[in-house]
């Protein structure tokens, strides 16, 4: 319409705008709402936050005491074995002993017999 009568606008600047005064009531009630329900969400929000790092906490305290109970075990089970070990060496020692002993009253029950029997015959 302003090109008809042979006028050109290069720019165009808005200064200002004013809304009527219910359309600025009917804004300002849709913020005055907004606010306590977001202010509400931010608060479950953090509560969950919260409750995520108390868990995250736990789960690691309880891995903790999983692998301290583990270690505990493992310690337990390599001791035992250690004493099994001193246990069949000792027990293999005695057999060894016991037969080194039957064997040395052996040979001198032997030699005592041929000797024996040397001087009945003189």
């Known amino acids: 319409m302003v090109s008809q009568l042979g006028i050109e606008i290069p720019e165009f600047h808005i200064v200002g705008i004013k809304s009527t005064p219910e359309m600025s009531k009917a804004l300002q009630a849709q913020t005055r709402e907004n606010l306590p329900r977001e202010a509400d969400e931010a608060i479950f929000a953090n509560r969950n936050a919260a409750v995520d790092m ?36 000792r027990s293999s020692l005695v057999d060894s002993k016991r037969i080194q002993h039957a064997s040395t009253a052996f040979c001198c029950h032997f030699e005592q017999r041929k000797l024996s029997k040397r001087f009945d015959k003189c």
Do not use: F, P, W
Not at 54 to 79: A, D, S, Y
Not at 82 to 88: L, N, P, T, W
């Open 54 to 89: 108390e868990r995250t906490i736990r789960e690691n305290e309880l891995n903790t005491e999983i692998l301290v109970e583990n270690k505990k075990r493992q310690v337990g089970e390599t001791q035992l074995s250690a004493d099994i070990s001193i246990e069949e060496k």
